[in-house]
């Protein structure tokens, strides 16, 4: 449990920096997302090798599906609500989903200090982006929805990528199966969206950023810390993403942060050290570990 917290929170840093190395590209946002999640996916498959065929499963490639979804719904989300709703809305939702499917799936129920430390994270996170203030659009409805399933599906692929490296499947297998489909599935949108735009150096090298550092090289640390630590604390601990993309635009781009912003800052920090903090194992998760090896068993 020691080094899983930190891998993951290393993935959310650079997850982070996804949204300033974007502003280098002269593109469409979803032609972005696509050549980002193409590079990636490719980058995590190449590393899983021969290993990735004997992590193939079906859940997992459903979880790929999740993967590609996701991209599609976060855009169309922000395209109809603007960037603060539809960013507060999909990153919030993800750990709440996540508690909740780790709980239907794996019978883990969380803990009190994950309910309020992940509810005070969401809070934090939600004053952190509305401080910069809220410009909806005029689908704000259809764009909420779209934010909920898209925190839906990464809750989802969460889950499985969890569930199946908890049975014993390498890290980095689950990932290559998982983000080398979605790279299929996404490799046509790419296609239609146009891919000339990359051939000018500073976007090809913030493209090749966004694939090798904001998605393979995270997923590669995520996995890692998936081993040892449990999925709904993962999705917490993500939350210090948009706080890394915070501090960049204050550093790197000049932004300002609104006294609500610097609290809502200061609110996520407290609750991810409290989420990353170890608890105590009870009596009853002492009796659930037995069963969990059981049914690791091939």
């Known amino acids: 449990m020691r080094n899983g917290p930190l891998a993951v929170v290393a993935a959310s840093v650079l997850w982070g920096t996804a949204g300033t190395a974007g502003l280098l590209v002269s593109a469409d946002s979803v032609a972005l997302a696509a050549a980002r999640l193409v590079i990636g996916g490719a980058a995590l498959a190449l590393v899983a090798g021969a290993g990735i065929r004997k992590a193939i499963r079906p859940s997992l490639l459903l979880a790929a599906v999740a993967v590609a979804a996701y991209q599609l719904c976060f855009f169309a989300a922000v395209g109809r609500t603007g960037v603060a709703i539809g960013t507060v809305v999909a990153i919030g939702s993800g750990p709440v989903f996540t508690g909740l499917l780790s709980w239907v799936l794996h019978g883990r129920r969380p ?25 909806a659009g005029g689908q704000t409805v259809s764009g909420v929805l779209f934010a909920l399933l898209g925190g839906l599906l990464y809750a989802f692929y969460a889950v499985m990528a969890a569930r199946a490296i908890g049975r014993g499947a390498e890290s980095n297998a689950v990932m290559g199966v998982m983000f080398g489909g979605a790279a299929l599935i996404m490799l046509p949108v790419l296609l239609v969206q146009g891919v000339a735009w990359p051939g000018e150096p500073r976007g090809l ?3 090749v950023y966004l694939g090798l550092g904001t998605t393979a090289l995270s997923y590669f640390l995520y996995g890692r810390g998936l081993r040892t630590t449990p999925v709904a604390t993962a999705a917490t601990l993500a939350l210090a993403e948009p706080a890394v993309a915070a501090l960049l635009g204050l550093v790197v781009l000049g932004e300002r942060l609104a006294p609500i912003s610097i609290a809502g800052l200061a609110l996520l920090a407290l609750s991810l050290v409290a989420v990353a903090v170890p608890e105590k194992a009870t009596a009853r998760d002492r009796e659930v570990v037995p069963e969990r090896e059981l049914e690791s068993q091939p």
Do not use: F, K, Q, Y
């Not at 994950?114 to 509810?119: E, I, K, R």
């Not at 934090?124 to 910069?132: E, F, M, Q, R, T």
């Open 205 to 207: 090298l913030a493209v």
């Open 111 to 135: 803990s009190g200090r994950w309910v309020m430390a992940t509810s005070a994270a969401v809070c934090g996170c939600a004053a952190l982006i509305v401080g910069g203030g809220i410009e």
